[in-house]
């Protein structure tokens, strides 16, 4: 799939080894209305500080977004900000563009270290020589521990949305994840572009976890340059729907270390957001992430992480289901067939149902399994 | 140590496989004035259930406490409240006390199963034909999967404070923590008895954390039989704040798998609640834990966990030491030599010292690295 009017570059800058790709360039024929959401982190990489400045200057004029992976340029402090703003200038004289056009920058990897510039200038000045390549290798090129490239779209009327997304480890959005890009070619206005963002962030990235650990560079990036023409909004924010839902279970499920793809349904919370914060305390657990590895249906870990969620809700009223099995009734326990538990358990795909019979809201969240290579790529993630 | 009037027993009751002790008595041979902190998860166990209604009953005239490990009689419904208060019945019977004495129970495990009633009887009566035991073996009998056996005492004046604890597993404690029992023979009333514990609790249960996991049965117990007459309170508090910790960092450090022991110390916070939450934010990270694991100083990871915390703080005034070793200064990251971190990282001991700069809120959280062998042993607990 590709969004008519962006064409996007992939090379290897030299940040990662063996020639792997690590940055990627987005560029736009025209200006392009944005919107984005960022990190909530008091901690902010020095791309997350500058891209907010280039958005509040050229919210209806962004043309282009570098992207390198391997370093994250985060905690690096005024000199860290300095090598973003150089990341715009550079891809700017490399696309020969004056000052009014609005160039974002999103790096991700170790954080405190800084950016080898060098290497990022010649990589920028070839990523700009070879535009029009493949977008899934600019998928691949912002990839840091994910095991595969992470893409959607959708169409929306006339339009097509298109996205990209990398996260590992590290995912536990609070407002916006790791780095997603979107394309679009709808014509659609600043506010309402935010708006739908916003409306797709929260029932997909902010559904999704892998570890609790939010990054100070999460970023979420929609551009759309109109030439597509009008789209209804309702039918445009259907499609940011689909494609933010479809990356977000794509990120999730490509947790460091996964082997089980773990969805959880909860229901019968007093809203939406009280089911989501239920969902995500179940999905944070660390019992309830190992038993999954370890195929057991230890159904009290997902009550107990449950009622540590800080919600309200009464349990005597609540049940759980493994998939179809129900392990667990209006405060009961149930005896269920252990030989069917493992067999559901040993998919790659498990569902929760999880319905704590208190209220309307609900809530579906994604995650993956705990293991020991989630132990093992993070502690040796640096070196 | 032994604290005078009161008698323990542990005995094998065939919960544990092996011969191992899995229930333990302990026996006042007067009236004790009890507090308690009980957990704050909605799921609470039926021992805690049962408690709360004993601590309502009988604040001045608890005479014993039965524990048992291996299944936790939570999530259990109304035939698990039975067992419980069945449990009492039976010590009651084998002691041969009235209705007025009240007897506290209490069970560690596995979630969701019923207590095999039969051998627990049995259990029961051997442990009340045995006491004045060894306290050490009582405090081995109520371990899961602890690797080793957790008391602490203290002397207030003439008094002595004694404690045994359990927890591995589970530990986030939130008001109160896995099993713990403390035996003092000052004679404290009742209401100065309570607010001791809660004071004692808040500088150690509250600031430790193996995996943010809380459980339905955390239980903080204290008896007090006044036969070493009064002690000053002041005195008191500093005893029973000492067997806290002490029994606190126990816990932490024998976290299920643990390889380091790691001290988190932050100040600089507005309040010490402010850092105490700081603090816990960095403990539960698996990104911190895993790097810890690896002996990885990868402190932006810290950072980024500190920056999630919830609590408001200038990142531009924060600054993060290994040990003695500065890594971030005012939210800039120094220079420093890897070859001394690893050999920092490489003790067992680890220390963290993050102050954010932001006023005069200090404390001091324990916890333990994530490693393999966590993943292992939680991928196989149930079965």
Sequence with gaps: VSVPGFRLAAVHAGLKPNGQLDLALVRSDTPCTAA??????????????????????????VQAVVINSKVANAATGPAGLADAEQMARWTRRCLAWGEHVGV???STGV??????????????????????????EAARAIMTTDTRPKTASAQAGAATVWG????????????ATML?????????????????????????????????????????????????GDVDPTVFRTALGEVCESLARQVAFDGEGARHHVTIHVQGARS???????????????????????????????ISAAGRAGVPFDPLTASLCIDDLAVFDKGQPVAFDEARALELLSKTEVSLHLDVGSGPGQATVWTCDLTPEYVDINAAYRS
Tied chains: 1, 2.
């Design 272 to 302: 939406a957001a009280d089911a989501r914060q239920i969902g995500r305390t179940i999905a944070t657990s660390p019992l309830v992430k190992t038993a999954i590895f370890g195929r057991d249906a230890n159904w009290g870990r997902v």
């Design 36 to 61: 984005a959401i960022f990190t909530q982190n008091l901690f902010q990489g020095a791309p997350v500080l500058f891209d907010r400045k280039v958005l509040a200057a050229h919210r209806r004029n």
């Design 164 to 175: 990209m997304a990398k996260g590992a480890g590290m995912i536990h959005p609070d407002m």
């Design 111 to 136: 954080i405190g270290v800084r950016l080898p510039m060098d290497k990022i200038q010649a990589g920028i000045q070839e990523a700009a020589g070879s535009l029009g390549g493949d977008p899934l």
């Design 180 to 228: 997603v890009v979107i394309l679009t070619d709808a014509a659609i206005p600043a506010e309402v572009l935010q708006g739908a963002l916003y409306a797709a962030n929260d029932t997909s990235f902010r559904c999704i976890t892998v570890d609790g650990d939010t990054s100070p560079n999460d970023t979420c990036l929609v551009l759309a340059n109109g030439l597509a």
């Design 104 to 106: 974002m920058v999103m």
